[in-house]
Nanobody, 116 residues
């Protein structure tokens, strides 16, 4: 079992920055296939935003490429999402996900609101 707790959400003006963190417990993130960030805006389906594999390879959705950066700290067992140049369209609840073989674990989410 993996427990995930997100933090760092809030209200920011367009063009601003936020840094989300995901603290994992129950298992080392270095042993998990991939750690991801997803988001869900009101009335929309949850969408994948960014991911980092156990080998350190990162991938991003086209909508956030060049603005968001995912990273991890194995010593602290945390994954972060640095979000720059935020846009109102980035407003959503952001979820941390741990994907390990056929198992997926989710955090409770953290709200990000970007005002225009």
């Amino acid at each position: 079992q993996v427990q995930l707790v997100e933090s760092g959400g809030g209200l920011v003006q367009a063009g601003g920055s936020l840094r989300l963190s995901c603290a994992a417990s129950g298992r080392s993130i270095s042993s998990i296939n991939a750690m991801n960030w997803y988001r869900q805006a009101p009335g929309k389906q949850r969408e994948w935003v960014a991911g980092i594999t156990y080998g350190g390879r990162t991938n991003y959705a086209d909508s956030v490429k060049g603005r968001f950066t995912i990273s991890r700290d194995n010593a602290k067992n945390t994954v972060s999402l640095q979000m720059n140049s935020l846009e109102p369209e980035d407003t959503a609840v952001y979820y941390c996900n741990a994907h390990s073989y056929s198992n997926d674990y989710w955090g409770q989410g953290t709200q990000v609101t970007v005002s225009s």
